[in-house]
């Protein structure tokens, strides 16, 4: 028999590279690949905002996103590790940092202005959640070749998270040029008597949200994600409850205690007497986050190591 020409073994080689190329992109498409990337890493930078009783717009104080005061926009920074326990299913632990604020004066709403109170405290965030993505964004192609069509990186994901947590906040205030830590003051009498009791800076919470995320290659992926955190503190700001006795306060804790437990501008006559209200303890505080983030894929190139699946990567070579 003639040995086969020149043209009919390359045209083999190209029929065996055909073959091999489409072996894999089948694997690449089925429904185990996710696990060559099941593993994550996420950077996010955005920015924070506070939801309580100090600043808001110019109305009475509201609950959840009804009372958001843009100008208190302040800046945050997150690390979090993702891991695929499915497809379209991850849980992940996250850190945040964060700054939240409030402020009397941007508010032109009568009694929140004279109440002229304000806050900062920064904010360092743990959380463990879980994200559920109804809609999953492409990979791109196995071998990012250019020209090449199918499994494009065009579909955007979408995902919907929620969990538990828990954060550390310490509010203060500025006097005469100073950052004054406020809850050691007790400006609501906490601590003293026919006060309320004093309030941790360590708190649990239940962050929640949604994000959106688009790829750039086989193991890069960015995203913007909005979360809001509901807690179970009205603290975060200092104020929650009613104006205590002023003497009472200076008397315990100080001048400087009852001076900032009262720093009013004497607009509103009463307002701000021992009893009257300070804070609204029916609406807890919260805050949200809003973050462009990097993704990472922790990519493996074999989803075991067992003898049977290095026999089928072996099966894929063809010898001639």
């Known amino acids: 028999m003639a040995a086969p020409s020149k043209v009919s073994r390359s045209a083999l080689f190209v029929l065996a590279c055909a073959v091999s190329t489409w072996g894999q992109a089948q694997y690449y498409r089925n429904a185990s690949y996710w696990k060559t990337h099941r593993q994550e890493l996420s950077l996010g930078l955005g920015v924070t905002n506070f939801l309580g009783e100090l600043g808001g717009r110019n109305t009475i104080g509201s609950p959840f996103v009804w009372d958001l005061e843009f100008s208190q926009t302040k800046p945050a920074l997150s690390f979090a590790y993702r891991y695929y326990v499915a497809k379209a299913i991850a849980i992940r632990a996250e850190g945040t940092y964060g700054i939240l604020a409030g402020n009397d004066n941007l508010t032109t709403e009568p009694f929140r202005q004279n109440r002229n109170l304000n806050f900062r405290s920064s904010i360092i965030e743990a959380q463990f959640c879980l994200e559920v993505m109804p809609y999953q964004e492409q990979p791109g192609h196995i071998y990012d070749l250019r020209g090449v069509k199918g499994l494009s990186p065009t579909r955007m994901g979408l995902y919907f998270f929620a969990g538990i947590g828990g954060f550390h906040f310490n509010p203060k205030t500025t006097f005469n040029g100073a ?87 004497g607009e509103i006559t009463g307002q701000t007497s021992t009893g009257q209200q300070r804070g609204y303890s029916n609406h807890n505080d919260g805050y949200i986050f809003f973050k462009a983030q990097l993704h990472y894929k922790i990519f493996k190139t074999r989803t075991n190591n067992s003898k049977k699946y290095r026999t089928r990567i072996r099966r894929q070579k063809i010898v001639f």
Not at 205 to 219: F, H, S
């Open 179 to 265: 950052q004054v830590e406020l809850r050691p003051l007790g400006t609501e009498g906490q601590g003293l008597p026919d006060g309320p009791k004093e309030y941790s800076l360590n708190q649990f919470c239940i962050p929640m949200g949604l994000g959106i995320r688009k790829a750039l290659n086989k193991t890069t992926t960015i995203g913007l994600e909005l979360q809001y955190t509901k807690t179970f503190t009205d603290h975060i700001d200092d104020v929650s409850g009613l104006y205590y006795d002023k003497q009472a306060l200076e008397e315990a804790r100080g001048p400087l205690a009852a001076y900032l437990s009262d720093p009013n501008l």
